[in-house]
């Protein structure tokens, strides 16, 4: 019997990955960047064994139904193709993140699988190799295996798409994120078949691929500056970029709930009283908001006023996957 225990907490791209070249190695279409928070997390417990007769995947106590599991075993061919085994294995996951909200659940997950499989059949796989693993099992689970600030290169085949930490001079110390949870149950349009649509569909789609490198460069710049105006700002756009693209596919869709757009609506109020913030979404209808430390409690009552307060929850820059002894 082989185990291996690790938590990964979820990251929130500030340059959004949307639209994938490879299905199968999952190679994104553009570079990505995110910041990893501390407030969401999964923790997954892996274990090999013989006397295991198929592979068993548990979520937060319950035992997965036949589409869940072979996901997961997709990812385990992988790691036993690694290990050069052929045992089956147990899968005990605990997500302390609502699942397919978009909150990033799966890249927390995926990311504390690798990790966890790392360290159960000794792998011996660094970060780099981590990062690659976990990505073939979610893409933006590549960014969780560093804390921070961190970029996915897009890369080419499957030993170039990786992610690794940006140097940032402790700027993220001063960062927080207001979540705002509004709506936890399953979406109408997965990440991975709203991805697809877009790509395959979308008018808008190759502006958007047109405008990352600049949109890229400049959120690089304002880390290394300590900008948060710059930063905040060119987030934002990003993301109202990349939720555009959803409206022009065909059929059309949206992530947006109208809880969304009050959201949206509240940050810019929150602008104009002079209290820097900026909100991102991804493929869900929660909003999340970039604001500095200094300005959280006043971000959080504020919307308070607007949703209950369990909506609002705040989170700090996180540490990157650990394994769990």
Not at 128 to 136: C, E, F, N, P, V
Not at 186 to 208: H, L
Request: with cysteine; proline share 2%.
């Amino acid at each position: 019997m082989f185990k291996g225990k690790a938590r990964a907490y979820t990251n929130i791209a500030l340059i959004k990955y949307w639209g994938k070249k490879d299905e199968a190695l999952i190679l994104p279409m553009n570079n990505s960047l995110s910041l990893t928070l501390d407030a969401f997390y999964t923790e997954t417990e892996v274990i090999f064994s013989d006397t295991f007769t198929k592979d068993e995947f548990y979520l937060d106590g319950e035992q997965q139904n036949d589409k869940a599991t072979k996901k997961i075993s997709t990812f385990l061919d992988l790691v036993r193709e690694k290990g050069q085994t052929t045992l089956n294995a147990k899968v005990i996951s605990q997500n302390f993140v609502p699942t397919a909200a978009g909150l990033a659940s799966s890249a927390s997950g995926l990311a504390a699988l690798a990790g966890a499989c790392n360290e159960a059949l000794q792998l011996g796989l660094d970060d780099t190799g981590l990062s690659r693993l976990a990505r073939r099992g979610s893409g933006s689970a590549c960014r969780s295996i560093y804390g921070g600030f961190v970029e996915w290169e897009k890369g080419f085949d499957d030993l170039t798409s990786y992610a690794k930490q940006i140097s940032s001079d402790g700027f993220e110390d001063d960062l927080a994120m207001v979540f705002l949870l509004l709506n936890d149950q399953q979406k109408d349009v997965s990440s991975r078949d709203g991805m697809r649509r877009t790509v395959e569909t979308s008018s808008f789609y190759q502006g958007w691929l047109d405008s990352l490198d600049a949109d890229l460069a400049q959120l690089k710049q304002a880390i290394t500056d300590k900008n948060f105006q710059s930063l905040g700002e060119t987030m934002e756009r990003n993301a109202l970029k990349m939720h555009g693209t959803t409206l022009a596919a065909n059929p059309p869709f949206t992530y947006w709930s109208p809880d969304s757009l009050r959201a949206m609506q509240a940050v810019r109020d929150l602008r104009k009283q002079g209290v820097p913030c900026y909100f991102t979404m991804d493929a869900g209808p929660n909003v999340k908001i970039l604001v500095e430390k200094k300005h959280v409690t006043t971000v959080k009552t504020a919307c308070s006023h607007l949703f209950s307060k369990k909506q609002v929850v705040s989170a700090q820059a996180g540490s990157g996957m650990t394994i769990i002894k």
